[in-house]
């Protein structure tokens, strides 16, 4: 028997829970997913505040995405009420949710209340056009657009994984680049280093950087580090960033960058390269294992390699680096299961993916710790660490 | 025979090959037919307490064998061992402490 599209949404409202504006306002911020699914030019009048975006007709292809565990509590709105309950039903008949409420009224009803919103930037006409191809995907839109605008992101060299990280960041709208390099351009940089040109050597990596980036999109402010990392300044330069990328080519200082980066709760997006084959993994204090979990103590310095003694195809590192980009998008904008917990090895000669897993360690000396309690002393520092350096030079 | 992937820092240690089989009921066994078959990966492999090395991990297809039962972990025919060295090459030959 047929019925019409009012006689189906009271049939549908009669099998699903609502939710009074009133009672979901005491829930933000309580563990409670809050998910949006009006489309995406409705969101200019504001979103609720920690709410998720899926437009209605993505719902059940991307909802396990963002919420894979079916007992978890989830909210719907949308405009007034009607799509929410529609997709409310659909998780809980048909997908397993167990917990699905859908809020009455929706957003018109939360603004009329005057209950808080957000906002989304509103953009320049050149930014529009400039993002359009992100504006156009779920899950940038524009709310994941203003995250890359007021994000920080912090590399540790514009080199070979620095330049296509840099590039591509610039390109995607990230707002702050902070850079850390103290080398200037050398003309065999350039077989891999994509950020600079020929009529730059000579010149420090950071300034030519810069200049690059400033051209490609003047959106992105550049902060500059025209020096070498070390236990005396790590803490001071990277606090206050959202997200590291790493891919320094020596073990001490990604020891020393793992601890701080802990202390101080700043994920880090690393990778490292060697020949024709990467290694990709995020480590995110407090969500997975650290860089001293994966491995303990760096190897002897006779068995250190680095890409300065032993070579590197120069597209490695550019497939390395837009790997660590992607990463560091998704970290921002929130989609997507980032890479903690895993590592990715590729090897380019039989162009071919493994993953491995990472485990948090117990025992771990530093992420098993209260991170306060890591001391200035502590950072970088592994058994055998003094000849270690003597023997890396 | 279990298949082993060997990382590159290891390649010059057995004849350059990217990956080599060895018979072995136990990782520990793999492992120790690989060191008879190539002995230039002892040193790199295992400390002097016989143990691995604490800048190697070995994974037993995608699990590191230090959270299943270490050198004593069953192995078949159909398993692929990974040896993972730590690994810093990067971008900035220039960056030290």
Redesign the interface.
């Given at each position: 028997m047929s019925q019409s599209g009012s006689e189906l949404l009271r049939h549908i409202k009669g099998q699903i829970k609502e939710v009074d504006p009133s009672e979901v306002v005491q829930l933000l911020g309580e563990g409670v997913v809050v998910v949006d699914c009006r489309e995406t030019e409705e969101l200019t009048a504001g979103v609720l505040p920690g709410s998720v975006h899926i437009p209605r007709s993505y719902l059940e292809t991307r909802i396990e995405g963002v919420v894979p565990d079916r007992s978890q509590r989830i909210i719907l709105y949308c405009a007034s009420g009607v799509r929410s309950a529609f997709g409310a039903h659909t998780l809980m008949a048909e997908m397993g949710y167990d917990d699905v409420e859908s809020m009455a009224g929706g957003f018109i009803l939360w603004k009329d209340r005057g209950y808080e919103v957000e906002v989304p930037r509103s953009f320049s006409a050149e930014q529009r056009e400039r993002y359009s191809r992100h504006l156009l995907v779920p899950e940038v839109g524009a709310l994941g657009q203003q995250k890359l605008l007021d994000a920080r992101v912090l590399l540790l060299g514009a080199g070979g994984l620095g330049s296509p990280t840099a590039l591509y960041l610039a390109a995607a709208g990230v707002g702050t680049l902070g850079i850390v390099d103290d080398d200037v351009v050398d003309l065999s940089n350039l077989q891999r280093q994509v950020i600079h040109t020929t009529d730059r050597i000579g010149t420090s990596k950071v300034d030519s950087a810069a200049e690059t980036i400033k051209a490609l999109n003047p959106d992105v402010n550049v902060i500059g580090y025209p020096t070498r990392l070390d236990a005396s300044n790590i803490i001071e330069i990277i606090e206050g960033w959202d997200i590291i990328v790493d891919g320094v080519d020596n073990f001490p200082t990604r020891y020393l960058l793992n601890d701080a980066s802990v202390r101080l709760g700043i994920p880090v997006v690393s990778a490292a390269i060697l020949g024709f084959e990467g290694q990709l993994s995020v480590f995110a204090p407090g969500h997975g294992p650290c860089y001293r979990c994966l491995f303990r103590q760096p190897p002897p310095a006779d068995m250190a390699p680095s890409c300065g003694a032993n070579g590197v195809i120069g597209v490695l590192p550019g497939t390395m680096g837009l790997l660590q980009a992607t990463e560091v998008i998704k970290l921002i904008v929130g989609a997507g299961d980032p890479l903690i917990g895993r590592l990715l090895m590729y090897d380019a000669l039989a162009a071919s993916f493994t993953e491995l897993k990472v485990r948090q360690d117990p025992e771990c000396p530093i992420c098993s710790r209260d991170p306060e309690d890591i001391g200035d002393d502590e950072l970088g520092v592994f058994p055998d660490y003094e000849a270690f350096c003597a023997a890396s030079g | 025979m279990a298949t082993i992937?060997i990382?590159?820092?290891l390649r010059p240690s057995v004849g350059g090959e990217?990956e080599v089989e060895a018979d072995g009921a136990t990782v520990g066994d793999v492992l120790a037919n690989l060191v008879e078959a190539h002995p230039a990966t002892r040193d790199?492999l295992f400390g002097e307490d016989g143990d691995l090395?604490?800048?190697?991990?070995v994974?037993l297809n995608?699990?590191?064998v230090r959270?299943l039962d270490g050198l004593t972990t069953a192995v078949t025919a159909a398993d692929s061992l990974?040896i993972?060295?730590?690994?810093?090459?990067?971008?900035?030959?220039?960056?030290?402490?």
């Open positions: - | 992937r990382p590159p820092v990217r790199q090395n604490r800048y190697v991990n994974y995608d699990e590191d959270v990974v993972l060295p730590a690994m810093a090459g990067g971008s900035r030959p220039s960056l030290r402490i």
